[in-house]
């Protein structure tokens, strides 16, 4: 099983640029996340859904766009990349929700630098 | 918000030592969990606990629920070099929105053989 399967793994962006870090699950969970992690941080959720259609967000949501057109898909868009959002970015999926058991299976992890 | 505070930051030990790291918050959770990230890896979940002063062992890696609720601990015995990583602790409640699972910062371990 491939479970949580995260493109590209690393990427260079240049200020001001956009990208769309893309996500994909084939688990059938209807919760998706977008996590990042910065250094001595831990993790800060930046959006997540509940099913296809259905987004929200999370604690950290500026400077980011998300979509779920389809259960297996979570892209995470960037449009304008700065500095600040430097990071490694982790989705991940859950079968239930995460504040009922917490499990949550993640990705390998992007790697993103603005310069 | 709510934070959790997880000691120590990063760990130090030789092959063999047992190793105790835990998480404190202000505020109180239904649900305590510990997750490990392995270098170039996303976290994988450890141990879920889901009542107070429960206490829970998968295999050298122990983790109990504090009865205050506001506290977690995870003791790993007789360690190896594989154990080598970030640990995460995590809490989250019931019944609230999708954004209440919270993650500490993380306890850096290093294993020297």
């Known amino acids: 099983n491939a479970g949580v399967t995260q493109t590209p793994k690393f990427r260079i962006l240049k200020i001001g640029q956009s990208m769309t870090l893309q996500c994909a699950q084939d688990?059938?969970?209807?919760?998706m996340y977008w996590y990042r992690q910065d250094p001595g941080m831990g993790l800060k959720l930046i959006y997540y859904?509940?099913?296809?259609?259905?987004?929200d967000k999370g604690e950290v949501p500026n400077g980011y766009n998300v979509s779920r057109s389809t259960t297996e898909d979570f892209p995470l868009r960037l449009e304008l990349a700065a500095p600040s959002q430097t990071s490694v970015y982790f989705c991940?999926?859950?079968?239930?929700?995460?504040?009922?058991?917490?499990?949550?299976?993640f990705g390998e992890g992007s790697r993103l630098t603005v310069l | 918000g709510q934070q959790l505070n997880q000691s120590p930051q990063s760990m130090f030990i030789q092959e063999g030592e047992d190793v105790s790291m835990n998480c404190t918050s202000s505020?109180?959770?239904?649900?305590w969990l510990w997750y490990k990230q392995e270098p170039g890896e996303g976290p994988v979940l450890l141990i879920a606990?889901?009542?107070?002063?429960e206490l829970t062992s998968n295999g050298r890696l122990t983790a109990q629920f504090g009865i205050t609720r506001k506290d977690s601990f995870l003791n790993i015995s007789a360690s190896i070099p594989s154990d080598v990583g970030i640990y995460f602790c995590?809490?989250?409640?019931?019944?609230?929105?999708?954004?209440?699972?919270?993650f500490g910062k993380g306890t850096k371990l290093s294993v020297k053989p």
């Open positions: 991940a999926s859950s079968y239930r929700p995460q504040s009922s058991t917490g499990e949550l299976f």
């Open positions: 688990m059938n969970h209807n919760y």
């Open positions: 859904s509940v099913g296809a259609g259905i987004t």
């Open positions: 505020s109180i959770f239904n649900t």
């Open positions: 606990l889901y009542k107070a002063g």
């Open positions: 995590a809490g989250s409640n019931y019944g609230g929105s999708q954004g209440n699972l919270i």
